[in-house]
């Protein structure tokens, strides 16, 4: 098989007293997301669509809670872990489409920022990274604040065939 499709989801509880990072942005805001680490949805939503699509199980996995190493480490060194798993396994990422849901604060004023740090993070084209913010009109633990959700679908390409380079 020479192109492989992965799906990620990841979501975390908003509460006081934390930083909330979405993308390896830290994005002001009075809530931030609760985890073992420092629970950015985007970027575990992306480590497990990659890690799906080349059949290496899931972040939890690779990166388990319960090992102190990852205790509050910076979810692009997780991703770049990741993509080095990727890479022994001879795969490229051809592209990669996400969505976050996260009813407040409004986070379309970072989505670029986001992209360049994705793109250095994955060694790939910004224009690769597509990062789409929505809100749940005010509906459920989203709409409430309590959490935040992200969505990763990513194309996986072996990086020895050649014939969809123009892709």
Known sequence: MNMRIGFGIDTHRLTQDKKLMIGGIHIPYHLGSDGHSDADV??????????????????????????IQYKNID????LKKTMELI???GWKIIN?????????????????AMQTILSKALDIEKEKISIKAKTSEKLGFIGREEG?????????QKSDNLEFQTV
């Open 75 to 78: 979810s692009k060194i997780l």
């Open 96 to 112: 990669t489409d996400t969505t976050i849901i996260l009813q407040q604060p409004k986070i379309a004023p970072y989505i670029d």
């Open 42 to 67: 985007l970027i575990h939503a992306l480590c497990d669509a990659l890690l799906g699509a080349a059949a290496l199980k899931d972040i939890g996995t690779q990166f388990p809670d319960t090992d």
């Open 87 to 89: 890479r022994e396994k």
């Open 148 to 156: 935040v959700t992200a969505y990763a679908v990513v194309l996986l």
